[in-house]
């Protein structure tokens, strides 16, 4: 197995999530690594990826998280987004892609199906024209080049009427490491993903549905043998996520979880070959030292 490092991670567990603070240390990100910064945006999800100077941003949370993600964005010098992906129509997901997509340009968007109409889903759109931009819905196989670091599309494998399950899942790979972003993917689409005969080996894996117990089966797990797992939710959301059951099978597969209601945004750097996971409560890029 590759030699993965986490920084800091052992006094973050022994603290319980407590972050360290830089204030005031915002460091330019160093050339040639690939930069995963899982935003917190509570009870939702949103993930930024960045490679020397490329962009690609993966949900936007909740409606009113859209001016926050885009400061985040602004602070990690986003002045435009190569890629812009709706995995799904729910709000959690979609909401706060349209203000984001309004004060930042972008060049594509990606998005699930959009079979009904919802307030979200008809700003999302609204923001999309009003850059002069389509949707577009990736097929399975579909590369996307983000400096040397690509993701590629590799589910959903079905249709689905259940909008979770519709979810596009991206593979991110930079050199030897790999992320495996699945949305709100649920195990009926997990296991169909699995007898697609996807390659699902995964170093970090964004685990489903924030942990939801739909999510995460075993089957799933000893396909993608993450050594990381990181869960987006809000600090005493109200469906209880992270669910045990999901929490227990990660634990069995020998999983180190990191949440965002306990670490709040957590950033992974890459280089190619290890992967570090950086966090703060501040929000405030790491040291990459
Ligand atoms: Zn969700």
Redesign the pocket.
């Known amino acids: 197995m590759r030699k993965i490092t986490a920084i800091l991670l052992l006094v973050c567990l022994l603290l319980c999530g407590c972050a360290p603070k830089q204030q005031g240390n915002i460091v330019t990100p160093v050339q040639e690594q690939l930069w995963v910064h899982f935003i917190d945006v509570g009870q939702?999800?949103c993930t930024l990826l960045e490679y020397n100077g490329h962009f690609a941003l993966v949900d936007g949370g909740n409606d009113g998280d859209g001016e926050a993600v885009a400061a985040y964005l602004q602070l990690q010098g986003v002045q435009k987004l190569d890629l812009v992906v709706a995995t799904h129509p729910?709000e959690?997901?979609i909401g706060g892609l349209s203000t984001v997509i309004d004060m930042i340009p972008v060049d594509t968007v990606w998005s699930s199906p959009i079979p009904n109409s919802t307030n979200p889903t008809r700003n999302f759109l609204k923001s999309v024209a009003k850059r002069d931009k389509e949707v577009e819905q990736p097929q399975v196989g579909q590369v996307f080049n983000l400096g040397d670091a690509t993701i590629t599309v590799i589910g959903p494998v079905k249709e689905y009427d259940e909008l979770n399950n519709l979810s596009i899942v991206l593979m991110v790979q930079h050199g030897d490491n790999r992320f495996l972003l699945t949305g709100?993917m649920e195990r009926t689409a997990e296991n169909d993903l699995i007898d697609s005969g996807a390659d699902l080996k995964a170093d970090v894996l964004k685990v489903g549905?924030?942990g939801s117990e739909t999510s995460t089966g075993y089957r799933f797990l000893r396909e993608v043998m993450p050594t990381y797992g990181i869960i987006s939710c809000g600090k005493d959301n109200s469906y209880g996520h992270p669910h045990e059951d999901p929490l227990s099978r990660l634990r069995d597969a020998e999983v180190t979880v990191l949440r965002t209601d306990e670490c709040s945004t957590i950033v992974a750097r890459s280089d190619g070959k290890d992967i570090y996971l950086l966090w703060g409560e501040e929000h405030i890029f790491p040291n990459a030292a």
């Open positions: 939702a999800d729910h959690d997901h709100d549905h924030h």
